[in-house]
C-alpha cells in the first residue's frame, strides 16, 4: 500500500534554540502561523486529490512539535484527530527534538491517534552536537528511544552528515548507534548551508567548509549499506527539492543535488558492477529490471565509466531472474 503524507507545517513553533544550520522558514517554505482552521483546511485539501486505496497521515512538520504549549499540542492533535477516528485518515505523524519527550506528552499523543514520531537526532558525537548548538545530548536520544517504545509509536530517527566538527568517521558511528536503538525508519540529510543562519556566517568566515558533493555521495552510499544491512529502512535521503531548497533560493553551499539518493544508489551499483567484471572485456551486466536507471546511473554515469574502464563492447541489460539490488555478469552470446 502506497504511504501518503498530508503536510502541515510548524516552522520552528515550539523550539526555542537556533541550531547552526536551522531557519525553517526557508526549509519548510512555510513562514505561516499553523491553526487549528489551517489543519482542518489542509487535511480537507489533500483529501480532495489522494487515492483513497493509499495509508495517508497527517504530518506535523517542520518544528519541535512537542515543545509547542502542551494545550496548543491539544488543540492541534484534535483538529486533525476526527480524521482518524472516521477513517479518512490512516494516523498522524510528527517531528520533534529527543529532549521533548516524556510520558505525560507521549500520553496524550497516543489519546489523539498518533501513528509515527521522528526525532532529529543530527549526531550522536557529542562534540558534533555542542559545535551545531543542539542543546541536547546522546543519552538524550537514547532516552527518549526508551521512553516511545511505551506506546504505539514508530521511531523514526534523522541524522545530518557534514555537521561542524563533524566526520566521515563520526557520522559512521552515529549510524552504528542509531542502529543499535533499532528504529522503524531513518531519514539521512547532507547539512547544506541555509541563507540567514549561523551556518551561512560560520561559512562566508570561512570558519566552516561543507561537505563537496562527491564526499557527501560516499558517505550517505555507506550509510545506506549500513542501514539496509541491519534491516532498517532508509525513507528519505537529503532535503526535498524546493524553491528555497535549491539553486536561486535560500541554498547557499553544500552537497545539493536534485537527485541526490539515486547518485548515491547508482555509486552503489557501481561498485557491484566493477566487482562482477573484474576480468571481462565483453558481455553484459544484468540487474533487475527496476534497477536499470539506478545500474546506468545518473546522465549514464555507469554506462560511460564501464566503456572507460572495461570496453565498449559491455551492456547493462535487464533480467527478472537477478535478484533486486545484485549485478551480474553474463558471458557475450555467439
Not at 509509536?153 to 555537521?163: A, D, I, K, R
Not at 555507469?302 to 559491455?314: E, K, M, P, T, V
Request: aromatic residues 10%; charged residues 25%; hydrophobic residues 35%.
Amino acid at each position: 500500500m502506497k504511504h501518503y503524507n498530508i503536510p502541515i507545517f510548524v516552522p520552528h513553533k515550539g523550539c526555542p534554540f537556533d541550531c547552526v544550520f536551522c531557519n525553517q522558514k526557508h526549509i519548510t517554505g512555510s513562514g505561516t502561523e499553523v491553526t487549528v482552521e489551517s489543519v482542518q483546511e489542509t487535511i480537507e485539501a489533500y483529501l480532495k486529490t489522494l487515492p483513497r486505496d493509499g495509508y495517508v497521515e497527517a504530518a506535523f512538520f517542520g518544528g519541535s512539535f512537542t515543545g509547542i504549549d502542551f494545550a496548543e499540542q491539544r488543540r492541534l492533535l484534535a483538529a486533525a484527530y476526527p480524521y482518524v477516528r472516521t477513517g479518512k485518515i490512516n494516523g498522524i505523524r510528527l517531528s520533534t527534538r529527543p529532549d521533548y519527550i516524556d510520558n505525560r506528552i507521549c500520553g496524550q499523543l497516543a489519546e489523539f491517534g498518533v501513528t509515527a514520531v521522528e526525532l532529529g537526532v543530527q549526531s550522536m558525537d557529542e562534540d558534533v552536537l555542542k559545535a551545531s548548538h543542539r542543546g541536547h545530548t546522546a543519552l538524550d536520544v537514547e532516552k527518549a528511544v526508551g521512553i516511545l517504545r511505551e506506546y504505539p509509536f514508530q521511531v523514526g530517527l534523522q541524522m545530518m552528515t557534514g555537521l561542524p566538527g563533524d566526520t566521515p568517521e563520526k557520522s559512521q558511528k552515529t549510524a552504528r548507534r542509531i542502529i543499535a536503538l533499532k528504529p522503524d525508519f531513518v531519514r539521512i540529510y547532507p547539512t547544506l548551508v541555509v541563507r540567514d543562519t549561523y551556518l551561512e556566517k560560520m561559512y562566508k568566515s570561512g570558519a566552516y567548509r561543507p561537505q563537496s558533493l562527491e564526499e557527501a555521495v560516499n558517505l550517505c552510499k555507506s550509510l545506506l549499506i549500513m542501514f539496509q544491512n541491519a534491516g532498517i529502512p532508509v525513507i528519505r535521503v537529503a532535503l526535498q527539492t524546493t524553491e528555497e531548497i535549491a539553486p536561486g533560493g535560500a541554498f547557499v553551499a553544500g552537497p545539493f543535488h536534485s537527485a541526490f539518493r539515486e547518485l548515491c544508489e547508482s555509486e552503489i551499483y557501481w561498485d557491484k558492477i566493477r566487482k562482477a567484471l573484474e576480468g571481462h572485456t565483453n558481455g553484459a551486466v544484468a540487474v533487475h529490471p527496476r534497477a536499470l536507471s539506478k545500474a546506468v546511473g545518473n546522465q549514464k554515469r555507469n554506462l560511460y565509466r564501464i566503456r572507460a574502464q572495461f570496453g565498449s563492447d559491455i551492456r547493462i541489460i535487464g533480467d527478472e531472474n537477478i535478484p533486486l539490488g545484485e549485478v551480474y555478469w553474463r558471458k557475450k552470446e555467439g
